[in-house]
T-cell receptor
Framework: DTGVSQDPRHKITKRGQNVTFRCDPI?????LYWYRQTLGQGPEFLTY????????KSRLLSDRFSAERPKGSFSTLEIQRTEQGDSAMYLC???????????FGSGTRLTVV | DQQVKQNSPSLSVQEGRISILNCDYT??????FLWYKKYPAEGPTFLIS?????DKNEDGRFTVFLNKSAKHLSLHIVPSQPGDSAVYFC????????????FGQGTRLTINP
């Protein structure tokens, strides 16, 4: 499978716990994005990497959220001290340089109980 | 402030007929628009895009129309097929070099046999 891969597909965690998600982009794509989608809404932009550099962060990305892409390949998104409002689908996407056409993974569904 | 709006949460169309999905936007700085399709438990899949310098783009059964003066775009699917049943999102990008997409809330399209 050469698409964008996300792990895990589902995560249930207790409020206050930390969680980490992983995204493996399409191998030749140098741009990587994280989005969050809640029920009945479209995806909302969280952050963007070009290679290993994090170039843009949304104000939605509070201090409890951190994303990394240490070697310009896979990326991780960590949420510390999870809250019930963090329950959502977290989508990763990647693209090549050029016209913006991100390819999305299947997402990680987070449920905070 | 919802900059991209899809005012129809759902649409039902008979197989073989034309499906028209609509999207309105408020930000006149948007210069590139995309449509994505999403099946349950999958990430959004890119369908078609259009630059603001054009008013129409066609790809097989899918055509996107852009009316900049009305800040309105639409996706036409003809003929509609059962496999087109999905949630459709329009998205927009603001300006040269921007990497953030702003999505609408989505329209659930159901194709009836």
């Amino acid at each position: 499978d050469t698409g964008v891969s996300q792990d895990p597909r589902h995560k249930i965690t207790k409020r206050g716990q930390n969680v980490t998600f992983r995204c493996d982009p399409i191998s030749e794509h140098n741009r990587l994005y994280w989005y969050r989608q809640t029920l009945g809404q479209g995806p909302e932009f969280l952050t963007y990497f070009q290679n290993e550099a994090q170039l843009e962060k949304s104000r939605l990305l509070s201090d409890r959220f951190s994303a990394e892409r240490p070697k310009g390949s896979f990326s991780t998104l960590e949420i510390q001290r999870t809250e019930q409002g963090d329950s959502a689908m977290y989508l990763c996407a990647s693209s090549l340089q050029g016209p913006l056409t991100p390819f999305f993974g299947s997402g990680t569904r987070l449920t905070v109980v | 402030d919802q900059q991209v709006k899809q005012n129809s949460p759902s649409l039902s169309v008979q197989e073989g007929r034309i499906s028209i999905l609509n999207c309105d936007y408020t930000n006149s700085m948007f210069d590139y628009f995309l449509w994505y399709k999403k099946y349950p438990a999958e990430g959004p899949t890119f369908l078609i895009s259009i630059s603001s310098i054009k008013d129409k783009n066609e790809d097989g059964r899918f055509t996107v129309f852009l009316n900049k003066s009305a800040k309105h775009l639409s996706l036409h699917i003809v003929p509609s097929q059962p496999g087109d049943s999905a949630v459709y999102f329009c998205a927009a990008k603001e300006g040269e070099g921007a990497q953030k997409l702003v999505f609408g809330q989505g329209t659930r399209l159901t194709i009836n046999p």
